[in-house]
């Protein structure tokens, strides 16, 4: 088997490995899930929820005191029972300043 992270980075950001526990949403409906990691162009979400690559989901960081950000995203890459990547889609200003202060929490 070919490690697929093997060589050249294929990343332009940083990610930060985390353990966050989320919820997504897609055309099937709003599933758990935790994100293993994130960065300001996307993230991974842990979970056995069927996606397909180019499927549209929501992701729902959490924001304190039960508040909720919601992310729009595009799936990338999605392992059957293990999870999806999501690159972040049409983000506002505010969201990608969330994004920014939640990042900069990790470093």
């Known amino acids: ?3 697929r992270r ?3 980075d294929r990343r332009k ?6 353990n966050i526990g989320v919820e997504w949403e897609s055309a099937q409906g709003r599933r758990k899930g935790t994100l293993s990691d994130l960065s300001i162009e996307g993230c991974f979400v842990l979970c056995s929820g069927e996606v397909e690559d180019g499927d549209r989901v929501r992701i729902f960081l959490p924001a304190g005191d039960r508040m909720k950000v919601q992310m729009s995203g595009e799936v990338v ?3 059957f029972e ?5 690159r972040f889609i049409d983000l506002s200003v505010a969201q990608h300043k969330m994004l920014e202060d939640y990042i900069s929490k990790l470093k």
């Open 82 to 86: 293990i999870g999806f990547a999501v």
């Open 6 to 8: 093997a060589g050249e």
């Open 1 to 3: 088997m070919i490690d």
């Open 77 to 79: 890459n999605h392992i």
């Open 13 to 18: 950001v940083p990610r930060y490995a985390v």
